[in-house]
């Protein structure tokens, strides 16, 4: 995190006025550097309250959207998580301060390769990349405590849905178009899936296949 105490304090105030109160979330937003992830011409607006370009023509999703999807998948510190589209990584990242295992999927190679140095560079150790189509999840790695999806589908993905585990929660962006998208929360039981919304969100498509670069 920036050294400097009043851009912190904001960021933190920032936050905390949308509605992230969860204070292991907080603690680990607090933890990890957003500067980091967005690398260039954006980095001195890392602390401000909103989405910004990364490469492959994605985006860094706005911090407080991160707490809230985070603040929503009550992760545990014995869980396994998925999240689907590493872009920078930064989400992973905060993941990763909260459970015991990060696995994340892009379909952009470079974006993995780039999100995995900076976790490198951070000794960042629990933390797995994979470059593929996350819409088929990680078979090999499931079934996984928590998933997290962080570009938008038409609705959740059959694969995904398999690969929670009863009892696990997934967070995820739905939608028809590339504007009205709602962040839904499901939860798997003992007999099927419970589902509820929970804000209107507006994320990047999640795309079939692996992508060019
Ligand atoms: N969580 C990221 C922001 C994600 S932007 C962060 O913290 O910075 C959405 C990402 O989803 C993009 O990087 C995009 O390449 C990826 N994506 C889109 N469709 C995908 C798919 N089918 N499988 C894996 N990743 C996908």
Redesign the pocket.
């Known amino acids: 995190m920036n050294h400097d105490p009043d851009t912190k304090m904001q960021f933190l105030y920032a936050l905390r006025s949308k509605g992230v109160t969860d204070a292991r979330v907080l603690t680990a937003m607090e933890q990890v550097d957003r500067s980091e992830?967005v690398k260039g011409t954006f980095s001195d607006r890392a602390y401000e309250d909103m989405p910004l370009p990364?490469t492959?023509g994605?985006?860094?999703?706005q911090p407080s959207i991160?707490g809230l999807m985070t603040q929503a998948l009550k992760v545990g510190p014995r869980d396994k998580v998925l999240?689907?589209?590493?872009?920078?990584?930064?989400?992973?990242a905060i993941l990763s301060k909260l459970a015991r295992r990060v696995y994340t999927?892009?379909?952009?190679k470079r974006?993995v390769t780039a999100a995995r140095a900076i976790f490198e560079a951070h000794d960042i150790t629990n933390i797995t990349t994979f470059t593929?189509?996350?819409?088929y999840g990680l078979p090999d790695q499931a079934p996984f405590d928590r998933i997290m999806v962080?570009?938008a589908a038409e609705d959740a993905p059959g694969p995904l849905l398999a690969q929670l585990r009863v009892g696990g929660i997934m967070v995820l962006p739905v939608g028809q178009s590339d504007t009205v998208q709602s962040l839904i929360r499901v939860v798997r039981t003992e007999d099927g899936y419970d589902y509820d919304e929970l804000l209107p969100v507006r994320?990047?498509?999640?795309?079939?296949g692996l992508?060019q670069d």
């Not at 999240?83 to 992973?92: H, I, W």
Request: glycine fraction near 14%; proline fraction near 3%.
């Open positions: 992830y990364i492959c994605q985006t860094i999703s991160v999240e689907v589209g590493t872009g920078s990584g930064y989400q992973a999927v892009d379909r952009h974006l593929a189509d996350g819409s962080t570009a994320f990047v498509p999640l795309l079939e992508g």
